[in-house]
């Protein structure tokens, strides 16, 4: 591992770090558009923001190949050192680490039997609030909720609904901004409002 | 507890596991296979449930088991001790101070909140497995929404019987999509799971299976317009603490035919008479 990425470990209490973590994410995925504060490493190696590095660190393993898209693929010795993972193209990855939203159609959906071998996406956004409201509405919600991520493109909402469409099969969302997280499940409508 | 690691299982099974809620959050009531670990406990006594409790389980959390209501029962006990040992966690009977609650066949009286966990512990996952034995074929009447083989049932039902004759594991349909198992709860707890507040987990260690329903999520008895689904209960009033509402258990009191019957829910039961004047 080049020197400069080793300078940067992962959680400094591995076990409750990433079960702390884990339930942010399962919070997250639960309620969706509510932000959880996860338990980050202390000092991720830059562009990781440290919400990123801990979904990494809790969920990623040799049984979870990883796909590290633009700017993060220099990150691909400390990822590999600190999980174990392996690697992977969009559309083999069970995660993808992408500080832009990409293409639905590139990474996996899984399929009508098995909707689960589907790719997560988690997404690194510049913040979870103060960008253009979005009305989320399905599992998790109790009638409507509203949340306003920034970073997402101007053609989000049917972007998404391409994704909803393809329900149970689909592309599942973990936002990151900070230390905290929000979650975009498959199951969810989202429409755009003024 | 020396030699284990945090809640007994190693890291790597939790990631695995934490893996597969993720997805079972974001399709709910899909059952996905899972690699369920041999655990000090056999199968059928709430190993599924286990490893999702392990799974999700903090430092922070007070854990509650419940087995048929009761907290007091073998399988309740052990489990509460087995992560009391093993995680060091407070555990409690209390429903209300309880932030993970697992459960094998009952829902608490106590309305759940948005702070807790339930955890159910599932023998049989597969809502069409008395219809269709073979997976493969469930798997891909799952992938179709075909279960039209299950009203068909509950319509035989209505036919012999005069009404639909399930009374626990009363297959539901969860956000409009997926039949799921409620696991052997009765179908007096199955309205509670409609829009609960709490997020539901349900694991099945011999089957291989979790499935999930995320808070505030439609769970649907399955019926007809002319013969709606509808929550019975023993018509009878708690011998211990009088509730007229409270799912019963029927105690047999000796060999002569005596009977009582009492609030399966032990907290539920204690809690009304330490309050009552």
């Known amino acids: 591992m080049p020197a400069d990425l080793l300078a940067h470990p992962g959680f400094a209490d591995p076990v409750h770090d990433a079960q702390a973590s884990f339930r942010a994410v399962l919070q997250a995925l639960a309620r969706p558009g509510t932000l959880w504060r996860v338990a980050p490493p202390a000092d991720p190696p830059p562009p990781l923001a440290p919400a990123a590095a801990a979904v990494l660190l809790t969920l990623v393993d040799a049984d979870a190949p990883v796909h590290l898209a633009g700017r993060f693929a220099a990150l691909a010795p400390w990822v590999a050192f600190h999980t174990g993972s392996a690697n992977a193209e969009p559309g083999a990855a069970a995660f993808v680490l992408s500080d832009a939203l990409a293409d639905f159609a590139t990474l996996a959906a899984g399929t009508d039997e098995v909707p689960e071998a589907s790719t997560t996406l988690i997404l690194q956004v510049p913040a979870l609030d103060g960008g253009p409201k979005l009305t989320l509405r399905g599992p998790g919600i109790e009638t409507t909720r509203n949340f306003a991520p920034r970073g997402l493109p101007a053609d989000f909402a ?4 391409a994704n909803r469409r393809l329900y149970p099969r689909g592309i599942d969302l973990v936002l990151c901004a900070g230390s905290t997280v929000a979650g975009l499940p498959r199951s969810i409508f989202i429409a755009e409002s003024s | 507890m020396k030699g284990y690691n ?3 299982l190693d890291e790597q099974t939790k990631r695995m596991l934490r893996r ?12 996905i296979p899972f690699g369920a670990r041999e655990m000090p406990l056999p199968y059928g006594w709430g190993t599924g449930g286990i490893q999702v409790t392990a799974a999700v389980l903090g430092r922070a959390d007070t854990l509650k088991v419940i087995d048929q209501g009761a907290d007091d029962t073998t399988n309740a006990v052990s489990i509460r001790r087995f992560f009391a040992r093993t995680a060091g966690v407070a555990t409690t009977t ?7 609650i697992q459960t094998r066949h009952r829902i608490p009286e106590t309305t759940l909140t948005e702070a807790q966990i339930i955890v159910y512990q599932v023998p049989q996952p597969e809502p069409l497995y008395q219809l269709e034995p073979s997976r493969t074929e469930t798997r891909r009447m799952h992938a179709l929404a075909d279960y039209g083989a299950m009203h068909v049932r509950l319509y035989e039902q209505v036919a012999r ?5 399930i009374s626990y594991d009363y297959p539901v349909m969860v ?6 198992a409620p696991s052997p709860i009765p179908a007096f707890d199955n309205p509670k ?7 539901q987990l349900f694991g099945a260690g011999r089957e ?3 499935y999930a329903v995320p808070p505030y999520t439609a769970v649907v008895s399955l019926d007809f317009e002319d013969h709606p689904f509808r929550a019975s209960r023993a018509a009878h009033v708690c011998a211990l603490c009088g509730d007229r509402a409270s799912y019963l258990d029927e105690v047999v009191t000796d060999d002569r035919g005596g009977r009582m019957f009492i609030c399966s829910d032990t907290d539920h039961c204690a809690s009304r008479r330490e309050s009552a004047p």
Not at chain 2, 175 to 180: T, V
């Open chain 2, 208 to 210: 291989k299976r979790i």
């Open chain 2, 94 to 100: 209390r429903t209300a101070s309880a932030t993970i």
């Open chain 2, 20 to 31: 597969t809620l993720l997805k079972a959050v974001a399709i709910p009531g899909h059952q």
């Open chain 2, 175 to 180: 956000n409009g999509r997926h039949l799921m």
């Open chain 2, 193 to 199: 799971m409609h829009r609960m507040r709490a997020l």
């Open chain 2, 6 to 8: 945090f809640a007994y």
């Open chain 1, 158 to 161: 049917a972007r998404w609904a």
């Open chain 2, 161 to 165: 019987y005069g009404q639909i004759a």
